[in-house]
């Protein structure tokens, strides 16, 4: 089912389905495994670019000398950016903690206020995916095996998929929308 809030449509699966990233389990597989990089918008391109000086330190060795040689995104089938990959795996921005966790080095220069912007907006939406239409937004769920911990998770502690991304849902899209979310939510709880 798909409800419409302003100018973006909805999978409603973001209220019924619960998920909450459980890195102990999964390790941030979804940095490291998949068919290609995280997809960037132009002006992340352009933000990673001028930042990459404050970003690099944080970066492995593998990763820096990948963006070296073919800069830090490509295009995709879509002709869409995204995020160049070392050896067709992990996202060259990925380093391991000491518990062999995948981390993002763009969004760990951001927690240290070494620049002033989080990883991209796809990443800190997973697993909701959006599509750009020429009158809409779609916002759909995604289902990925390596994220069954985190619906585990979700389930036990009851955390709704939007309410558990609502720092990121109102990065990209407002206060107001993640306001009309909550909104629709209590209505599917009445109908229920």
Known sequence: MLVEIEDKI?????????????LNKCKGACCVKGNGGAPLTDKEVELISNNLDKIKPHMSSSGIE????????????????????????????VY????????????????????????????????????????????NYEVWDICSPACSLGQSLKVPVYKFLKEPIIRVFGETFFEELSKVDKELQKGQ
Do not use: W
């Open 10 to 22: 909805v999978s409603t699966e973001l209220f019924s389905e619960q998920f909450v990233c459980d």
């Open 66 to 93: 990948t963006v070296k040689r073919k800069g830090v995104f490509y295009l995709d089938e879509d002709d869409a950016p995204a995020t160049t990959l070392i050896h067709k795996k992990e996202c060259c921005f």
């Open 96 to 139: 391991f903690d000491k518990s062999n966790t995948a981390k993002c080095s763009i969004e760990t220069a951001y927690k240290a206020g070494e620049i002033d912007f989080n990883k991209p907006q796809s990443c800190h939406l997973y697993p909701i995916r959006t599509k750009d239409f020429n009158e809409f937004t779609a916002l």
